[in-house]
């Protein structure tokens, strides 16, 4: 992936406003092209990999995980005309990776603020969260969204076209906050459910129950209505089944009262299943949620309305049966 700060004409390096993501220089981490579901003609990678950038934002409603503000774009970068996006850029202390400090810092941080991050990852079944891509900010550094004056480069009024400038959910007892980015690796197709990837799962926050506030939020999830946010971006309808498909466990999960890590255990593939003596990247037995979509899906090529009443009825029958 190249990404470029977009300095120039807004304070250079020292008071950088964004982050721009070019269309020809960020690539998906998986080969291959996904083919739009009913059609024979190849998806643009680089292009979803944006949209879908743009979707982590748009369904973070309120900012309640802390995406940051994040649009498609037509910029001039280095004198150069790029499309692509552009994202607000965070000075940060450190990410989540699990060396010694970064341990020290998950297990200090707020039990709300990893249900915030687990609960967007379930809905947008995240393929790719490593603690490579959880920024924890100590809030001192903050976002440079500020004066974007005496810019001719076409990135000038920056602040105002990403709209909010700062991470939502609360600090926990290290006064970090986690902000979560990079989120080209989502919302794949319904039928390929295999790869969801979640760091969080370990964590002991995981284990804890859902408090008032993310119950509330997850209750008022409205994956319909979500769905006309997502038309414009032009994703594939196989993805926008996906986060249909992901909402709905999640939602009938917080209702049930399981915990994240329950959630997120049924919807990767368990290690144990390879039939090899030497674990397999991708274990071979389907997670509860692929057999329940499988089931819903009732080996048809689209997944509907009527697939996910289906799918509402497979998932509370499994779990009055667990």
């Known amino acids: 992936k190249r990404r470029e700060r977009a300095g120039e004409g807004l304070g250079g390096e020292e008071n950088c406003a964004g982050v721009v993501v070019p269309s020809a220089g960020q690539q998906g981490e998986r080969e291959g092209k996904e083919q739009e ?104 550094h903050g976002t440079n969204g500020g004066s974007s004056s005496g810019s001719s480069s076409g990135v000038s009024g920056i602040s105002e076209a990403l709209g909010r400038s700062g991470s939502g959910g609360s600090s926990g007892g290290s006064g970090m906050h986690l902000v979560p980015i990079d989120h080209e690796m989502i919302m794949p197709s319904w ?18 129950p859902f408090d008032e506030e993310t119950k509330a939020y997850v209750r008022a999830l409205d994956p319909v209505r979500d769905v006309a946010l997502l038309r414009p971006l032009h994703l594939p309808e196989a993805s926008i089944a996906t986060y249909r498909i ?30 090899h003596d030497i674990p397999c990247e991708w274990p071979c037995e389907p997670s509860v949620l692929e057999t329940l979509v499988a089931e819903a899906a009732a080996g048809g090529d689209r997944f509907g309305d009527a697939e996910i009443e289906r799918f509402r009825s497979a998932f509370n029958g499994y779990l009055d049966k667990s």
Not at 191 to 208: I, R, T, V, Y
């Open 37 to 140: 579901e009913g059609s024979g003609e190849e998806e643009d990678v680089d292009e979803q990999t944006h949209q879908k950038e743009v979707a982590a934002y748009l369904l973070d409603h309120y900012g309640f995980a802390g995406v940051l503000p994040t649009v498609m774009a037509e910029v001039e970068l280095r004198g150069t005309a790029a499309s692509g996006m552009i994202q607000l850029y965070l000075e940060h202390e450190q990410n989540a990776d699990e060396d010694e400090w970064g341990r020290r810092q998950i297990q200090a941080l707020d039990v709300h603020q990893v249900h915030a991050v687990g609960t967007l990852d379930v809905r947008l079944f995240n393929q790719d969260r490593h603690g490579g891509n959880l920024l924890l900010d100590d809030g001192l």
């Open 191 to 208: 039928k390929n459910l295999e790869a969801a990837k979640f760091c969080w799962l370990d964590w002991s926050q995981a284990n804890k």
């Open 246 to 275: 992901c909402t709905e466990f999640l939602k009938i999960g917080v209702d049930r009262d399981l915990t994240l890590r329950e959630i997120g255990n049924m919807m990767v593939r368990d290690p144990a299943s390879c039939p």
